[in-house]
């Protein structure tokens, strides 16, 4: 059983480009949670998506960042004009129904230059 | 607003000794509560998942317990090993919320000493 798959581990974005994480959840899990994770900070929810659709966003900031988890392939997580304070580490977790354990991704680390 | 609180010294134990991590929240009542593992550069690793009709949950070496009136968990790791140094993460549910969110705290690191 493969688990919660993240790709890149790591990526470099200079100010200005475009970011892309994407996941993908365990075999059979249908919600996808995407977190962020500064040093020495918890975990810090940031959306909420159920097979094409969007079930929570509040914790995702309304410019520059958007997710989606489509019918087909991994969940995205989309980061427009890239600053140095989306520097982070972004985690992916996913979960067969709501009230079940999420299962994390080992993470993508997201320098910007 | 929510608030969760965790240990947030290091928690230094000898080795087979009894390791006890308090997670304590306030301005909210969750119907579950998870606990993680997290070890440097990997991402939090499941260990038990606690509903508020239990008052207590084992796994193995592992205990949680779930106190819905002191608002608090106790998560319990018995005869301790140096493998079992990591953060330990609590993260009860956001009930305010209306969908299956959970709120983290920043964890408790834990170290066994042989």
């Known amino acids: 059983n493969a688990g919660v798959m993240q790709n890149p581990r790591h990526l470099v974005r200079r100010r200005g480009q475009e970011a892309r994480l994407r996941c993908s959840p365990m075999?059979?899990?249908?919600?996808v949670y995407w977190y962020r994770q500064l040093p020495e900070e918890g975990l810090k929810f940031m959306v909420y998506?159920?097979?094409?659709?969007?079930?929570?966003e509040s914790g995702m900031p309304k410019e520059r960042f958007s997710a989606e988890f489509p019918k087909e392939g991994p969940s995205i997580l989309r980061i427009q004009q890239v600053v140095r304070g989306d520097s982070a580490a972004y985690f992916c977790?996913?979960?067969?129904?709501?009230?079940?354990?999420?299962?994390f991704g080992d993470g993508t680390r997201l320098s910007i230059l | 607003s929510q608030k969760i609180e965790q240990n947030s010294e290091a928690l230094n134990i000898q080795e087979g000794k009894t390791a006890t991590l308090t997670c304590n929240y306030t301005?909210?009542?969750?119907?579950?509560l998870q606990w993680y593992r997290q070890d440097p550069g990997r991402g939090p690793v499941f260990l038990l998942l606690?509903?508020?009709?239990?008052k207590e949950k084992r796994k193995e070496r592992l205990k949680v317990t779930f106190d819905t009136t002191l608002k608090q968990s106790l998560f319990h790791i018995t005869a301790s090993q140096p493998a079992d140094s990591a953060t330990y993460l609590c993260?009860?549910?956001?009930?305010?919320?209306?969908?299956?969110?959970?709120?983290f705290g920043t964890g408790t690191r834990l170290k066994v000493l042989a």
């Open positions: 977790a996913s979960s067969p129904t709501g009230d079940q354990p999420q299962h």
């Open positions: 075999k059979g899990h249908s919600h």
């Open positions: 998506l159920q097979k094409e659709n969007i079930i929570d």
């Open positions: 301005n909210y009542s969750p119907a579950y």
């Open positions: 606690i509903r508020e009709n239990e």
């Open positions: 993260a009860p549910e956001d009930e305010t919320s209306g969908t299956y969110k959970y709120i």
